[in-house]
């Protein structure tokens, strides 16, 4: 049930959030943590890390998207309507992951009997994922608007007010170091078919 206190201010405070209040977005972290992380950890296999990964990931979009909070509706709905989509992108990427390792023929345990894949999986998946998360603070905003937001390099300019070919820049420079990351730290047949679940 919700708390009333925060039901009669949050439109305010969503208003707050959206001017870059860091005080009402902690409160409505803090509110919502709780009822998303209950959604969301049964869709992990129960794993308390994975499920505070998406979390993050969901706040951190919420605050580079702050701006359109402003006439919403229902901000619970649009949270949840968020972590459902975050679902469904990590599924994509781990059965892409599957099908990668099946093509280089390595092959399931029985499922009775403990498994290295979903470990195997999981050392490329957090390889790309530091690499991602050493890129320079510009170039990383601008390499999550172009593949997690699915933004067009022109919206990306224009929401940054830079030109297209500084986004162009920032991009080739962006998966340039990714790859480079990826060479070193992982099986060199698996690097451009890992790249290609995230690319």
């Not at 919700?2 to 902690?26: F, H, Q, T, W």
């Not at 023929?105 to 009997?113: A, F, L, T, W």
């Not at 820049?169 to 480079?180: C, D, G, M, S, V």
């Not at 070193?184 to 078919?193: K, V």
Request: hydrophobic share 40%; proline share 3%; with cysteine.
């Amino acid at each position: 049930m919700k708390n009333s206190e925060l039901l009669a201010d949050e439109k305010v405070l969503l208003a707050r959030v959206a001017s870059g209040d860091s005080n009402a977005y902690a409160r409505i972290y803090t509110f919502y943590t709780p009822l998303i992380y209950r959604f969301i950890y049964p869709f992990t296999n129960a794993s308390k890390e994975h499920t505070e990964e998406i979390i993050q990931d969901i706040f951190l979009k919420i605050w580079m998207r702050k701006e359109t909070l402003i006439g919403l509706r229902s901000f619970e709905a649009y949270l949840f309507k968020m972590a459902k989509h975050q679902l469904i992108d990590a599924r994509k990427r781990d059965q892409c992951l599957q099908k990668i390792m099946g093509q280089l023929g390595y092959q399931e345990e029985p499922m009775d009997s403990p498994s290295d894949n979903n470990l195997i999986y999981s050392e490329y998946l957090n390889s790309a994922k530091a690499a991602i998360g050493s890129l320079t603070p510009q170039r990383k905003k601008i390499f999550d608007m172009r593949t997690q937001q699915d933004m067009t390099i022109d919206e990306i300019a224009g929401s940054l007010n830079i030109t297209r070919s500084a986004v162009k820049k920032q991009l080739y420079e962006a998966i340039n170091f990714i790859k480079q990351h990826l060479h070193y730290h992982t099986d060199w047949p698996l690097l451009f078919l890992l790249i290609a679940c995230f690319f």
